[in-house]
């Protein structure tokens, strides 16, 4: 019974992500199929491809999705 009484959340615990500055920026994944992953970020979760690169040297791409505002997006291209 104790156990149930330390896990409850406290107001200060609950207050902190209201007042908390820091956000997060970046991640990066690898990913077995790019474009699927891509297609599932925009029309799943509604995020936007901001940039998409090919490196056939190296082997690899990158694609960079994020949640913007449309006029963020015209200065990011």
Known sequence: MAEAEAAAPTAELLEWPQKDKRRFLHAVYRV?????????????????????????EEKYSNAFLGLVQRSLISLLS
């Open 32 to 56: 077995g199929d790019l474009d699927r992953t891509i297609k599932f970020y925009t029309e799943c979760l509604g995020m936007k491809l901001l940039r998409k690169r090919d490196i056939p």
